[in-house]
């Protein structure tokens, strides 16, 4: 009943791997970089790299179920090698795989979905962690965020982790998609309130345009074809759903319990 966790060094991938083990499910985890992994004692660490799917056939021997990133790795490259991915799982004896997406149905989801392995869809919106790439702004008393008036139902990493650990040791999800939310849409600007008001202190929101920040995203590296991803999720709404409480029987975290625990000795 070993469970392979791909991405398992990640921000969802931790909490996976730590939702699995509460469960008491054996854990194997896949990264490419093994000696720096930092995982509890019990999970069993091996390399390998999902744009190489040649590399994963030792990964997947004796493994019921997988967590599959649908990116591939760091610079968050698509796999374009879904149809080998679906054939070595299905011949390794693979039961059901929950997909992790970024933001897009890809060549991956696609592949899975027109092959024969179970697969279950995992669509969180942004993670409540991804809020700390403010921290140099927050210093500094004011905060330059595009899109500051649309809202967005972030979600705990480890909610998201806890789903996906459920559907892979359940079943019963096959062929479904679940949009992973918190309990309540907040815009960045509702965000930011929440963090000043833990901090005990003012904070500036800025609203930075579109062409700015699509100028920041090229400054920090990334290439065209991701800028328009992010410019479309950013300026999409992301209303909440009822995935947590649906699966796991309890209320999602909220952002500001989130907010109360991460920033509470700054």
């Known amino acids: 009943m070993t469970i392979l966790v791909t991405g398992a060094t990640g921000k969802a991938g931790r909490h996976v791997v730590a939702a699995l083990l509460a469960e008491g499910r054996p854990v ?22 999902l744009t190489e799917p040649g590399s994963l056939r030792e990964a997947v021997r004796g493994v019921t179920g997988v967590h599959l990133l649908t ?10 090698t879904g149809p080998e991915l679906v054939t070595l799982f299905a011949e390794a004896g693979v039961q059901r795989v929950a997909l992790l997406w970024n933001g897009q149905v890809g060549p991956v989801e696609e592949a899975f979905a027109a092959g024969p ?36 139902a972030v979600v705990d990493e480890a ?5 996906a650990a459920r559907v892979l040791i359940d079943g019963g999800h096959a062929g479904r998609s679940y949009t992973i ?5 907040l815009t960045a ?17 800025a609203e930075l345009g ?8 090229r400054a920090a590296g990334h290439g065209e074809e991701l800028i328009e991803v992010l410019a479309a999720w950013q300026r999409t709404p992301h209303p909440a759903t009822s995935v947590v409480g649906d699966l796991l029987g309890r209320e999602p975290r909220s952002f500001e319990q989130w907010v109360s625990t ?5």
């Open 71 to 80: 990116i591939g790795g760091d610079d968050y490259a698509t796999l374009t």
């Open 159 to 163: 909610d998201v982790g806890a789903v």
């Open 262 to 266: 991460t920033f509470a000795d700054r």
């Open 189 to 205: 600007r509702d965000r930011l309130a929440a963090i000043a008001a833990v901090l005990g202190r003012p904070l500036e929101f």
């Open 28 to 49: 194997r985890a896949l990264t490419r970089n093994p000696d720096t992994a930092a995982l509890p004692s019990q999970v069993e660490v091996v390399e390998g790299d």
């Open 117 to 152: 392995v179970e697969w279950t869809r995992l669509e969180p919106t942004d993670f409540m962690g991804n809020t700390l790439h403010w921290l140099p702004q927050i210093e500094k008393g004011r905060v330059e965020e595009v899109f500051g008036d649309v809202p967005v």
């Open 210 to 217: 579109e062409a700015e920040a699509r100028e920041r995203w």
């Open 181 to 185: 939310t918190g309990p309540v849409a």
